[in-house]
């Protein structure tokens, strides 16, 4: 079961279902969905979405994802799961954008990072981030990611796919 965890600002909390509204809004923001590298999807599939967190996720401990808050707002989603073009598990953010620039990627990142390596036991994790998101491009560097190659998504758009080692942060 997913656990709650905390950083210096920020609780991770399992997704309860008042949250919806929350994971909706996030994920139907056109520039979180630019940098996340994915399309808008339809609000209705959405909410199918989290609720599949709530009936499948969760009960059968598919992977771990959470909520993030900040002093009681909600600032954004987390992940820990396996990876879909490696061979490992990935780690997936997004910050609302009301919460960029203020230095809470990279706190997300590193709880991410320790939990994977503290709580998982893995020694490495992925990240993919889109070739033209600079930004977490530079805090993935700050952060010791290494390149693993490059991707091409079906619509022509390019990704980088990132590699760090847990042991440098647990």
């Known amino acids: 079961m ?11 909390t399992p997704y309860r279902p008042e949250d919806e509204d929350h994971f ?7 520039d979180v969905c630019r940098w996340m590298g994915q399309e808008l999807v ?24 959470w909520g993030l808050w ?7 989603h987390a992940e820990v799961k396996r990876a879909g073009n490696v061979d490992g598990h ?8 009301a919460f960029w620039g203020r230095g809470l990627g990279t706190e997300v ?8 390596g503290e709580e998982l036991g893995l020694e490495e994790v992925y990240g993919m981030v889109g070739a033209e998101n600079t930004p977490s491009l530079a805090m993935c560097r700050r952060l010791g990611f290494r ?3 490059d991707v091409v998504a079906d619509d022509g758009s390019l990704s980088r796919l990132l ?5 440098d942060w647990v």
């Open 42 to 65: 339809p609000e209705p599939d959405i909410r199918t979405l989290f609720r599949a967190i709530l009936t499948d996720v969760y009960p059968q401990d598919l992977f771990d994802v």
């Open 24 to 30: 909706v809004a996030l994920l139907r923001d056109a």
């Open 90 to 97: 990935e780690l997936v953010t997004a910050l609302a954008p």
């Open 109 to 116: 990142v590193l709880g991410l990072i320790r939990y994977a």
């Open 163 to 167: 590699a760090v080692s847990t042991a």
């Open 147 to 149: 390149p693993v190659r």
């Open 2 to 12: 997913t656990p709650p965890l905390r950083t210096q600002h920020l609780e991770f």
């Open 70 to 76: 900040l002093d009681g707002a909600y600032a954004g």
